[in-house]
């Protein structure tokens, strides 16, 4: 059994969780609910009730650097369901958003994050999807942002203002990701 | 402040908590109107199948309250009714009431059911929670008060079969609606409560057949309910093999603005669990819940049992949802606490609904003025629960809060005493004292018997055959008349029974019908109407006894009956009759113990005009409340303490006496004598009522190094170092372990206070330091009511709950100078170091040492834990077997302060019941000694449970037994007993038990 000192504990878990829009972390009284009945928890470990627990306790390490927050399929299943309407799918978008600043984003969002960064969209548009689509008679690209140039420049604007480019590693002058 | 105050009161609502306020009432010199908008008195607790936690028949015990009522001369039922309006002030109340008609006129209907039996139109069975039928015009269950039909006008077709079949011509379609003015002094709120309509939360599924809500299933499991008490499940009418209970069906949910705690739901789930698994022995239970909150007296054991004995499964777990597979079966999914998803199947699935407060409420709050909290219950002060903020106006029962009955029936009580204080001055001036004519002498004459045999409607009849009964009656030695009766017990067949008294010169009455237990009364006093001493009556139970337990056996039980009949008329041959003396009585009261529950029950008992003796073994008043600094709410106890000690010791109508100590009580109801010490010095009282409220204490715990570091203290010591400034905080980290002493082996009760005390503390810690951290380390957080709100409130302060399991305790070391606490956290089961600045222990509530000590005394029986046990654990919470003696406060058991203050009313309220009375009445019911035979033995002395018997020297100079008539309770073992048969009990006489057997053996 793992043994947790919690003077330890990251005090300012709960705190940055409530500024990053999960308000009602701390309303949670570990009844369960949001873990039965969640899709993703019956296919894989995931537990919505265990990383409530810890943002709660503040054990930063256990739950920012781990896989789980990013599982969540934002069903809001729990949003609903939640008696003490505690919003844990707010609270699981807010863990992300913490981790996210302290580097733990996963690559596979990093890789997504920088893909809409350069195209315009989370998938970029293959060469042998665009021979296809003509031939269908549709135009090469579907009616996205990646079609119209002056869309993605104001997405990079968004990505260079908001900091989401410091937060995935992007570097704007070989526009891809570093690291 | 009106001058001439009104010796009447107005109760609203007629459940448990109305009627037990009307009676007492009633009993204490006022009169009352008890008012409902239902056809009949009885609320919820009429429909509950068994009662937690001693699984009494819910309807054998509110019956005879049912009866009370209805025959009491100074309750007048407003049945059907509805407050319009009040005005006045109080003191002097005008209340405004619609009558609203039942087309039936209440004056002419026997309540004889035949209207029903013709009546083409089905309609649902409210009573029955809509789960079968019922007629247009119907009674809503066989023991309704009033017993009369009610017909739905909206729903009649209007064909007049009723009107045909109506004997007494009580059916008239024509009635309307009318309005009456009342005056009265004050008003007593007891509205109830609503279960929560599960339609709300649509994923429970409630449309599904076999989803029940929890009083649904309470009907199933009821004998009078829509399957005569099988227990099926509803879409294949099988027998369930499964069956689980989802706790906290709207209750503790934020979501639907139902953030309090419904108090009752887990003991009652627990209960329909025991229930059903002793109807189906094989069927498994579940209950899901989150915390079990079983704090009440005797319900930790209960859920023991529940664990143990009956193998109920108990799931800690939150269930989100009810599914239902595409065959129709019911199942759930839930994480267990291992953390691993399970899906089970059930094939009945009971929703757990939670208290919410009855329709109206509104409305009845702006007719009354009165405020509402913010879930629509009636908003009451911390310490004072009783008081709706309105003068004149108070309130009792689950519209305060939700809870049980016994605290229910101690705050109908509770609510009486307040009311009859306002118009204490006015007390006797509106009632009526039932005056009966002069006894008949029936000495020298022969036994002339009349046998009445009751149908109870199809009750008795349906089974039974009466007219044979009848016609056997007429054959026996005595008998001079006989007759069936459709309802013995109607009001009209007490007129028709005393004219046949009179016309037949009767001197012995026998009514062959239900139970002596609910009815005997009744029909007593209709043979005083009638010039017969009571005692000349006596009844055959030819319903529970024949037609009940013998239903599929008519020809059976109609020969059981024959001999039932000539058993009693056996005996009422030999009946004499029995003269009572009203015994002289001291109109005083003494009080024991002045914590905050003596000091209220003191100073409510001045307001009722009665002198008290305040008695404290302490130099100082204030008990256990001198250690409580801080509430829930924000109030001050420290303020209360001052005030009411201030209020005692300044009252002229309380002897205060502090440092006091009693060494003997002598004497009976309304004679008490009472010696006390104080410093050595001597003194006798004389009362008429005692009221015991010793308190309990703080238990000191041997757990947890506590006495081995200053820095571990209990709640108690926390709250006088915090209060007196003597602890700073400030970026500290302050832990407390819930049930330190409480739930164990040796004390395996829940203690109920620590839970709220845990987290008020936790708040007063963190509102003044917040950046101080609090951890509660806790087996189940018990935070009922409207606690869970304060619970809330600390975890949204930052509050740390941790779980931990009674197998599983937390852990303290000292490493050096540094405390450490380490706890195994339940859900990630991952151990976690805390290391405190201060360590606070909720140590248990113990009896008070003295306990023990008192019950000697008093000859008052303790629980197996050292509490006083009251007389009744459901309907007299504050009464003790013994008469004259009332109980509050912690010597019951653990409570908080509003509850105390309750049960202190409630105890007032009770022993006024005895007080206003002019003279103690003695029974007729009791035993004697024949001292010529008496061979002193002592025997009886023994035998008695109540000490009655004493042995003395008698005028002839022989040691003799003597039984004081007014202590005897004619329980009769003292007669069994003595080896002599020199004691014979009143109406037991051994000669008329022998006729009785020589009858049963004769055919």
């Known amino acids: 059994m793992e043994v947790i000192e919690l003077k330890n504990a990251d005090r300012t878990l709960p705190q940055r969780v409530k500024e990053f829009g999960g308000i009602d972390l701390l309303a949670c009284y570990q009844c369960g609910t949001c873990s039965s009945d969640c899709p993703v928890g019956t296919e894989f470990f995931f537990r919505i009730r265990r990383i409530m627990r810890k943002a709660a306790l503040g054990l930063s390490e256990q739950v920012l650097p781990a896989k789980d927050i990013w599982c969540c399929t934002t069903c809001f299943t729990c949003f609903d369901r939640c008696p003490q309407d505690a919003k844990p799918t707010d609270v699981i978008l807010a863990l992300r958003r913490v981790a996210a600043r302290e580097g733990y984003t996963p690559q596979a969002s990093r890789n997504t994050s920088a893909n809409i960064t350069k195209f315009g969209h989370a998938v970029p548009s293959l060469e042998e999807i665009e021979k296809k689509r003509e031939a269908m008679g549709l135009p090469a690209r579907p009616p996205t942002a990646a079609t119209y140039p002056e869309a993605i420049r104001e997405i990079q604007l968004i990505v260079k203002k908001r900091g989401i480019a410091e937060i995935i590693r992007f570097n704007w002058e070989k526009m891809e990701l570093e690291g | ?1003």
């Not at chain 2, 603005?257 to 229930?275: F, N, W």
């Not at chain 2, 009252?651 to 440092?659: D, Q």
């Not at chain 2, 303290?812 to 991952?830: A, I, M």
């Open chain 2, 1 to 1003: 402040m009106s001058e001439d105050k009104i010796g009447a009161v107005l109760v609203v609502g007629a459940g448990i908590a109305g009627m037990q306020s009307a009676l007492d009432l009633a009993d204490s010199g006022f009169k009352v109107y008890l008012l409902t908008e239902y056809p009949s008195i009885g609320g919820y607790m009429a429909k509950l199948d068994k009662t937690f936690p001693t699984n009494d028949c819910a309807m054998c015990i509110i019956s005879p309250k049912l009866v009370d009522v209805a025959g009491h001369p100074n309750i007048e039922l407003l049945t059907n009714c509805d407050l319009l309006e009040l005005s006045g002030e109080p003191g002097s109340f005008k209340a405004r009431i619609r009558k609203r008609t039942r087309y039936v006129d209440e004056e002419k209907c026997t309540g004889c059911g035949s209207c029903i039996s013709v009546c083409p139109v089905e309609i649902l069975d409210g009573f029955n929670e809509n789960l079968r039928g019922t007629k247009n015009i119907f009674i809503p269950f066989p023991q309704a008060v009033p017993l009369k039909a009610t017909r739905r006008k909206e729903t009649c077709m209007g064909c007049g079969l009723c009107k045909v079949v109506c004997e007494s011509g009580a059916i008239d379609f024509n009635l309307t609606d009318s309005e009456i003015t009342i005056d009265i002094g004050s008003v007593v709120l007891a509205p109830g409560y609503k279960t929560f309509d599960p339609e709300l939360m649509k994923e429970y599924r409630y449309d599904h057949p076999d989803v029940l809500r929890s009083i649904e299933f309470e009907r199933f499991l009821a004998p009078t309910g829509p399957t005569g008490g099988h227990v099926i499940k509803p879409s294949t009418g099988e027998e369930p093999k499964s069956i689980a209970w989802i706790q906290c069906v709207g209750s503790r949910n934020e979501r639907l603005d139902r953030g309090y705690c419904s108090s009752v739901c887990c003991t009652y789930a627990i209960k329909e669990a025991v229930i059903a698994k002793e109807h189906v022995p094989d069927l498994s239970c579940t209950i899901f819940y989150m915390d079990m909150r079983t704090f009440g007296k005797g319900f930790e054991e209960y859920y023991n049992r529940a664990k143990d004995e009956y193998g109920i499964e108990f799931i800690r777990c939150r269930v989100p949802s009810v599914k239902v597979r595409t065959d129709g079966g019911l199942f759930i999914r839930y994480e267990n606490e291992e953390g691993e998803i399970e899906e089970r199947e059930f094939d009945v699935v009971v929703l757990s609904v939670g208290f919410q407060p009855p329709d109206g409420n509104r409305e009845l709050a702006r007719i009354l003025g009165i405020d509402l909290n913010k879930f629509g219950f009636c908003e009451t002060g911390e310490f004072t629960p009783l008081e709706t903020g309105r003068e004149g106006i108070y309130v009792c029962g689950a519209f305060v809060e939700p809870k049980d009955i016994p605290e229910t029936v101690a705050q109908g009580s509770g609510a009486s005493a307040k009311a009859s204080a306002l118009i204490s001055t006015s007390r006797h001036t509106q009632v009526t004292e039932r005056e009966f004519p002069p006894e008949r002498d029936v000495s020298g004459e022969l036994p002339r018997i009349g046998v009445f045999v009751c149908h109870c409607g199809i009750n008795i009849a349906s089974v039974v055959d009466v007219l044979a009964v009848v016609e056997y009656a007429k054959t026996l030695p005595g008998v001079v008349y006989a007759e069936n009766d459709l309802y013995a017990c109607s009001q009209d067949n007490q007129k028709h029974i005393q004219e046949v008294i009179k016309e037949y010169n009767l001197n012995r009455v026998i009514v062959a019908s239900c139970s002596p237990r609910t009815h005997e009364p009744l029909f007593r006093n209709t043979c005083r109407e009638a010039g017969l001493n009571p005692y000349l009556f006596e009844m055959a139970n030819i319903r529970d006894q024949c037609s009940w337990v013998h239903m599929h056996e008519p020809e059976k039980a109609t020969e059981k009956a024959k001999d039932l009949v000539r058993m009693a008329v056996a005996k009422a041959n030999m009946l004499q009759p029995l003269k009572t003396i009203p015994i002289e009585m001291n109109h005083e009261c003494m009080v024991i113990g002045g914590g905050i529950a003596g000091m209220t029950a003191a100073s409510e008992m001045t307001r009722q005009g009665y002198r008290v003796y305040l008695i404290e073994k302490e130099a100082e008043l204030g008990g256990n409340l001198r250690s409580i600094r801080y509430s829930l709410s924000g109030e001050d106890p420290q303020e209360l303490l001052r005030r009411m000690i201030e209020e005692v010791e300044t009252n002229p109508m309380i002897e205060v006496m502090k440092s006091t100590t009693i060494d003997s009580i002598e004497g009976y109801i309304g004679n008490f004598k009472v010696n006390l010490s104080r410093n050595g010095e001597k003194r006798e009282i004389g009362c008429g009522v005692i009221i015991v409220a010793t308190g309990a204490e703080e238990y000191k715990p041997k757990e947890y190094l506590y006495g081995e570091d200053e820095r571990i203290v209990t709640q108690h010591e926390f709250e006088e170092l915090m209060d007196e400034g003597k602890l700073d905080l400030s970026g500290k980290t302050v832990v407390m372990i819930q049930c330190v002493g409480s739930r164990e082996e040796e004390r395996t009760y829940c203690s109920r206070v620590c839970c709220a005390t845990a987290i008020k503390n936790s708040i007063v810690i963190k509102e003044n330091y917040p950046d101080a951290d609090v951890y509660i380390l806790y087996r189940d957080i018990r935070a009922y009511g409207f606690k869970e709100e304060y619970y809330r409130r600390a975890r949204d302060l930052g509050v740390i709950f941790i779980r931990y399991e009674k197998d599983e305790k937390p852990e303290v070391t000292k490493d050096g100078d540094l405390l450490k606490v380490g706890v195994v956290d339940q859900l990630l089961k991952e151990k976690f170091i805390i290391e405190p600045d201060l360590l606070v222990l909720s140590a248990a509530t113990i009896p008070a040492a003295d306990n023990p000590r008192i019950s000697e005394l008093l000859k008052l029986p303790l629980t197996e834990h050292g509490f006083f046990l009251e007389a009744h654990a459901k309907l007299r919470p504050v009464d003790f077997a013994t008469d004259g003696v009332f109980l509050c406060g912690l010597a019951h058991s653990p409570k908080l302060i509003g509850e105390t203050v309750s049960q202190a009313c409630a105890a007032v309220s009770r022993a006024c019941t005895v007080l206003s009375r002019p003279f103690i009445e003695s029974e007729g019911t009791i035993a004697k000694v024949n001292e010529l035979i008496c061979s002193g033995c002592g025997v009886c002395v023994a035998a008695c449970p109540y000490e009655v018997p004493e042995l003395v020297v008698n005028e002839r100079g022989a040691l003799v037994a003597r039984i004081n008539e007014a202590k005897c309770k004619g329980c009769g073992v003292c007669g069994c007993g003595c080896p002599s048969s020199a004691i014979t009990m009143n109406h037991f006489m051994d000669m008329q038990i022998m006729a009785q057997i020589d009858a049963f053996g004769a055919t």
